[in-house]
């Protein structure tokens, strides 16, 4: 399975941007990179996924490299209901790997009032 | 209406039980799994189904045992409870063989094993 690296954890004011960036060097050429959340308590949330181009929806960006090998989720204004685990995976687009999305540890987020 | 729902949100028991989780889904989706968070919060596939056959079947003991219906439902059996298998058990579905399809999870059911 392709893997990502994210950092363990960061930090935001509110209403400030937030870039959560995620590394995929060994990604293929027919890998979607998705990007999931998980709030306290609750199941993980998808945010938004991508190919080659940036994707841009209602709740943030996704920023990818020319070269595809990492990518940023981009939040406009932190809220304190984003402070959260931020899970970047990659999910081929076909085929027995395309039937599961493999969860690493992602990055915890926390939103400073 | 809830798009994954699981049924029950707790679940306390003793060892040696046997104990069903159910889930649905009404979002017409071909593809349904059912994912295990420990104490450590690491989430981590078990089962996929898709067209009520199965997909992936990670190495998960054979006291646990996936059921589909239906499309529409995965039930999750799990005979000779274990003190070991504590942790939130989170249902999900999509499409399968499209990379491109989100996966939509439920809330997650939380067993406690005494």
């Known amino acids: 399975d392709a893997k990502t690296t994210q950092p363990n954890s960061m930090e935001s004011n509110e209403e400030e941007p937030v870039h959560l960036p995620c590394n995929h060097s060994?990604?293929?050429?027919?890998?979607?990179i998705h990007w999931y959340r998980q709030l306290p308590s609750q199941g993980p949330e998808y945010v938004i996924h991508?190919?080659?181009s940036n994707v841009n929806n209602r709740m943030a960006s996704l920023a990818i490299a020319e070269d595809r090998k990492s990518s940023t989720l981009i939040l406009h204004r932190a809220t304190l209901r984003d402070a959260a685990v931020y899970y970047c995976?990659?999910?081929?687009?076909?085929?027995?790997?395309?039937?599961?999305?493999?969860f690493g540890k992602g990055t915890k987020l926390s939103v400073i009032p | 209406d809830t798009a994954v729902s699981q049924t029950p949100k707790y679940l306390v028991t003793q060892m040696g039980n046997d104990k069903s989780i159910k889930c649905e889904q009404n979002l017409g989706h071909d593809t349904m799994y059912w994912y295990k968070q420990d104490s450590k919060k690491f989430l981590k596939i078990m089962f996929s189904y898709n067209n009520k056959e199965l997909i992936i079947n990670e190495t998960v003991p054979n006291r646990f045992s996936p059921k589909s219906p239906d499309k529409a439902h995965l039930n999750l059996h799990i005979n000779s409870l274990e003190l070991g298998d504590s942790a939130v058990y989170f249902c999900?579905?999509?499409?399968?063989?499209?990379?491109?399809?989100?996966?939509?999870f439920g809330n997650g059911t939380r067993l406690t094993v005494t």
């Open positions: 999900a579905s999509s499409w399968g063989d499209r990379g491109n399809s989100p996966l939509h």
């Open positions: 060994t990604i293929s050429g027919t890998d979607y």
């Open positions: 991508g190919l080659t």
């Open positions: 995976i990659l999910r081929p687009y076909s085929g027995a790997g395309s039937y599961q999305l493999t």
